[in-house]
């Protein structure tokens, strides 16, 4: 009776092991992959644009500042504007690294866990894609 | 009671192979084969590496590749013995001798991934040193105590700590080998100041407010192969001219039109190899990167994995070397610069131009080595592969799909014509350069085979 019961605790412990695995699986990648990186793609996406329109800002501000033809007083007022542009710059880079290390950290779960196979992935590839056009945020 | 034994026992199966199903990691006992181990832990490093040179003061390109390269060094050095028939790069590379490095003792059992992680850790947190974070070194330690607490439990205590000692003793004699190669803690003054660039029609002036030059001199770094340097200078330059019917006028011209008729996809190019306009782990990294996917896409062993960092390592070090040799053998000006004062004061290029000269194009002669090491390790030698980069895509890029190597080499030469801020010749000489460098890495050197 004894060996029973470690028999059934032993099962016991292998379905909470293999929920545990699962709900770990679950909670890495989320209910429905495309649909999760889709949602933080787009918004990584608009990320990149803020910091591509950001970057062309305060270099043809830079630009301006560079030419001889520039007055000191525009120079001053730009140097000021450029100055200013500065923490908005910081805080849209490390919104897009902390968002980054999510979205590395769930595409690499989805890799390790769900779509292992070369063919999985590109599917996945396919699927992200029609999604994002779907969304229109490329 | 036979019936409930043999239950127990089935069960007692159950539960073990579920938990061992949760392992990530191999778990081997004693010398075995670099082969018998997966690669999975070692391609972390070049994640960290990426993230942690964004976020290092002084990691230019060249600083980056560099650093990159005497991570892959180490590794490919903590597991050479267990690779069957492999040769120790010293005595094949530029100033390290043979028999140089750390050997393991005799008769002594090694785990080889232990030994890799130690190398691995310890050389990383080397190279950045000065300028690490207090947030980076943890991390690195966090992933060197996370991959050591899965290989350690199945290794008697000694071999364990054995294999962590040599492969901290391999990174010491590469580090200590790295500090006379002329680079060594560059990025304290990446600017290697002072210096005066030429000044004439031709030579490149600032095009951006930062108005030092990146590294002039680091044309002069020891390369681990003397012929990737030497063999692998482009001709001259198209010779300069403002003339409107000249080569030169003609070259400059071609970047303007390419700027003002860009289609989107080309802009979207141009802006995806340049990877980010503030911080990117430089175009070394985006190869790294790409190499650790399709490591991954392999399901790549140790050996492979540790060869396969070890070969770029060496060819993009080198790559920087011989480009920037070039640059400043040149100097010569950026299109930016030349655009506006012969053909349109109003030029503006699709991104930044980079604070260094022209000729030959940097993001050319890396993608060039790693057309000919991916090449190398993941075709039968036609080149012609299925990839999707996605390593553009935590950054809110999409993802480009590419038949063979050569195609994503092109691309990415092309996006520096698209981007407004090269001339073709700067791109086409740098993917040649690439190129030699790669072929040389790959012939040689004695490599072992690895699957």
């Known amino acids: ?138 | 009671m036979k019936r409930i034994t043999q239950f127990t026992i089935v069960a007692c199966a159950a539960v073990l192979t579920l938990f061992s199903g949760c392992e990530r990691y191999d778990r081997v006992t004693d010398s075995t084969e670099t082969s018998a181990y997966s690669g999975d832990f070692l391609r972390k490093y070049y994640d960290l590496q990426c993230q942690i040179t964004k976020e290092t003061p002084g990691f230019f390109p060249p600083q980056a590749a560099r650093a990159f390269s005497y991570v892959g060094l180490s590794g490919y050095e903590a597991v050479v013995h267990g690779i069957p028939n492999a040769k120790s790069l010293a005595g094949q590379l530029n100033g390290l001798s043979a028999n140089s490095l750390p050997q393991p003792e005799e008769d002594k059992a090694y785990n080889w991934a232990i030994a890799a992680n130690a190398a691995s850790a310890e050389m990383m947190r080397k190279m950045f040193d000065l300028n690490l974070s207090e947030e980076n070194l943890q991390k690195i330690d966090q992933l060197e105590e996370y991959n050591y607490s899965q290989f350690y439990a199945a290794n008697p205590l000694p071999v364990a700590e054995r294999s962590a000692a040599f492969g901290k003793a391999i990174a010491e004699a590469i580090y200590q080998y790295s500090m006379t190669d002329g680079g060594h803690q560059s990025y304290m003054d990446a600017f290697q100041l002072p210096y005066s660039p030429p000044v004439g029609d031709h030579c490149w002036i600032p095009t951006s407010a930062t108005v030092h030059p990146i590294s002039p001199y680091w044309g002069q770094c020891r390369p681990f192969l003397i012929q990737n340097v030497s063999e692998t200078q482009p001709a001259p330059h198209i010779p300069h001219s403002a003339d409107v019917n000249s080569d030169f006028y003609a070259a400059a011209m071609e970047v303007y039109e390419q700027v003002n008729n860009n289609t989107p996809e080309q802009v979207e190019i141009a802006k995806f190899w340049a990877d980010d306009p503030f911080k990117t782990c430089t175009p070394a990294g985006h190869t790294f990167n790409l190499l650790s996917q399709l490591l991954e896409e392999d399901d790549a062993t140790l050996a492979k994995t540790a060869v396969s960092y070890a070969k770029l390592a060496i060819a993009e070090n080198d790559a920087f070397i011989s480009c920037w040799k070039s640059k400043y053998d040149f100097v010569l000006v950026r299109p930016f610069t030349y655009i506006r004062q012969h053909i349109d004061p109003d030029f503006n290029t699709v991104i930044g131009t980079p604070p260094f000269p022209a000729y030959s194009s940097g993001h050319s002669c890396e993608i060039g080595v790693g057309e000919m090491v991916f090449t190398e390790l993941f075709t039968n030698g036609d080149g012609n592969y299925e990839l999707s980069d996605r390593t553009g895509l935590q950054f809110g890029f999409g993802i480009r799909h590419f038949s063979s190597f050569s195609e994503m080499s092109a691309e990415c030469a092309s996006s520096r014509f698209y981007g407004g801020i090269h001339y073709q010749m700067d791109n086409l000489e740098g993917l040649v350069t690439g190129r030699k460098i790669g072929h040389n890495v790959l012939n040689q050197i004695s490599w072992p085979e690895v699957n």
């Open chain 1, 1 to 138: 009776m004894a060996r029973g019961k470690l028999g059934f605790f032993l099962v016991i412990l292998a379905l909470a092991a293999l929920a545990a695995c699962e709900n770990e699986a679950m909670k890495e990648v989320g209910t429905d992959p495309i649909q999760l990186m889709a949602d933080l793609h787009c918004e990584a996406v608009s990320l990149r644009k803020a910091r591509f329109e950001l970057a062309d800002k305060m270099r043809f501000m830079e630009d301006t500042l560079m030419q001889p033809s520039t007055s000191d007083s525009a120079k001053a007022l730009l140097q000021s504007q450029l100055n200013d542009l500065e923490p908005h710059k910081d805080s849209v880079v490390n919104r897009s690294l902390d968002l980054a290390a999510v979205i590395k950290s769930k595409l690499d779960s989805l890799i390790e866990q769900e779509f292992t196979e070369v063919e999985q992935r590109k599917a996945f590839d396919a699927d992200l894609a029609t999604e994002l056009e779907k969304r229109g945020c490329q």
